[in-house]
Every structure is written in structure tokens, then in C-alpha cells.
């Protein structure tokens, strides 16, 4: 039996992954004291990870050393554990590798056991997943979103942005999601009955920002770039900004110049807010319990964009950068479960 794992070769430019990284085998590693390996299941496929491919060093993450694998979040079973929290056999979500196998110290990946009595093993990356704590997290602890307040969410229709409309909702706000494309608008309208959509593409986001009523109290962020520019002249005094994402700059080696409206910060008397998920993944348990009442209730849920085998990866990756994807992008790895 061999480890089949993307290996990081180079740094990427833009979308041409497959000239950077390559489908490497080895022999399935063995798990040293306080190491725990696991067969994974199912590969999150996170928009952030785009950023460690850089040279960048001024990053939340180091870069991928090139020649190292490919570090991802991953769904599995323990396969063999030299730590005594973890047994064989259990559900665990962990940064592991883009592999069939993930091999990690716990302490390191924020390894954990999963609730095995969720229906469906996908909410664990979706609803109940790191984009659903930080929807939550980004929305009430950031923002302090409120009953009311007009909020403006960027990639509205990708997975944390399709949680963060949802929740917004449920707190009571008046909810306008942007997103490529009259389909993602129509859909978001539709399925998640928003009070507005606006598409990027079409042109004129700062006239369709403009006629927002009232003006913006909170802007959720998972893009940066332009779209940051246009939203900041249209927040309210005292408006708060939540820095989820900077998406539109991940490939970049260097960091991005701007916002070129940065000014309004300090005319609007505006509170802008970086936020991270493994800096409250101590408090996951209860992000995850509030985000399970929604869920058993119908209130919470989220399209997954599936693509089967480890050998497909590239391809589903690329929909985060080129828009392709609506929700959750997971491949499947097709080992049994
Ligand atoms: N702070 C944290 O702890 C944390 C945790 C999880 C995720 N995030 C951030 O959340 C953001 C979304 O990540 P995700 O993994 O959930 O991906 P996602 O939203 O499922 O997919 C990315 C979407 O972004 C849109 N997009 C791509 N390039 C864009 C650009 N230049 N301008 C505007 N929109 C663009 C595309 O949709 P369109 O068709 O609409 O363009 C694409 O479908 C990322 O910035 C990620 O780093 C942060």
C-alpha cells in the first residue's frame, strides 16, 4: 500500500497549479511517539491555502517549504495513534496533508475528535466546519452584528460567504451579498431570500453600494482589493469592518497596495477588524454547538461543490480563484468510511 500526496514544486502563478504542483507516492508513513495517522476521507479545499504557495513571509501561515506536501484540512479515520487522546477507528478533523493519508502531532493540527452522529459527514466541513466558525465568529465577535444592521458580505455565494448570509439573516440584519455573475445573484436571492445581490461583474458596484438604503453598518470581508475600495466610501459612521478574507491578492508575491480608499477609515470613523480562525478554535465546541441548533432546525445550510479522488484535486482548487464553485469545495477520496 503506498501514500499518494500533492507535493508543493514552485510557487504558482496564478491558476496554473498543475505546472507547480505534482501527484507524488511513497511508502504510508509510520507514526512516531505522539503522532497520530489517519486515512482521510475527504480534503477541504480552502481559498487560504492559495497564500501559503507564495514566497510571501509576512503571512498568518509560513509558506509550504517547495518541495514539502501540500498542507490542507482533511476529514479521516485514525488509522494508528502514538498519542493517547486519539484511538483507532475514530472520526477525526485535522491539517493534515493533501494525501490519502495525514500524518500529525495534535498539539499542531488542531486534531479532533468529530460527533459521528451527524447524518451527513460533510457538515463537518460545511455548516459545522472552520468556515461556518468563522462566518459566526466573524459576524457577532468581529462585527457585533446586530438586529437591523445593514450587512454586506463579499464572496457571498463561496462557502464562508454563503454561511455568513445565512447567519446575518438569522440575526436580523438586512443581508446584500456580492458575488460573480447573475447566477450566483439569483440564486443567493432565491435560495437565502436576501434583501439585494449585487454582481461584481456586471460593472457599477459603486452605484449598486451607493443605493444601498441607509448605508452599510457592517462589511464582511473576504475579498479585499476593488471591491474593499468600493465598499469603504459606502459604510456608515461608525460602520465595522470585518477582515475575513483578501482573497483578490492571494497570488500575489507581494503584499497588495491599498485600499485606495483608505481614508474613509478615519472619515467615517470606521473599526476594521483582522480576524483568524485558529485563534479562537478554542471556542469551537460552542461555535459548533450554536451552528448544530441551526442546522436540526433548517435554518442553516450549505450547497457542497463534490469532486471525487485525490488525483482531481488541482481541478477542484481552481473554482476558489475563478469563481466555479457555489458553497463548500471538498474532494472526495472514496475511502471507506
Ligand atoms: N479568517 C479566517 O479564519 C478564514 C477562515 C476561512 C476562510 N477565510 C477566507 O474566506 C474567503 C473565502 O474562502 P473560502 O475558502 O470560503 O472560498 P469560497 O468563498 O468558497 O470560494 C472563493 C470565491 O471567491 C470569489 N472570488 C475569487 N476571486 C475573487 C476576486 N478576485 N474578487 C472577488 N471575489 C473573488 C469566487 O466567487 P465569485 O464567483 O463571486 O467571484 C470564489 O467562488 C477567503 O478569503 C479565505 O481566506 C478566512
Known sequence: MKNRFWQLNANPEGTDFAAALSLEESAIPEPAEGEVLIENQMLSLDAGTRMWMTSRTDGYQPPIPLG???AGLALGRVIESKDPNFQQGELVRTFGQWADYSLV??????LRQMNKDVADARQHFGVLGMNGWTALWGLTETAKAQADDTVVISAAAGATGILACQIAKILGCSVYGIAGGPEKCRYLMETYNLDGAIDYKAGDIDGALAA????IDVYFDNVGGPILEAVLPNMVHYGRVAICGALAGYDDS???KGPATFDQILMKRLTVTGFFSPDFS???????AQLMTWLDAGLIDIPFDTTHG?????TAYEKLFTGGNI???IVDLGASS
Open 105 to 110: 502531532r495534535p498539539e499542531l493540527s488542531d
Open 310 to 314: 485525490l488525483e482531481n484535486v488541482l
Open 254 to 256: 507581494q503584499a497588495p
Open 212 to 215: 444601498i438604503p441607509g448605508g
Open 68 to 70: 514539502s506536501p501540500v
Open 282 to 288: 478554542d471556542q469551537g465546541d460552542r461555535l459548533t
Open 327 to 329: 458553497g463548500k469545495v
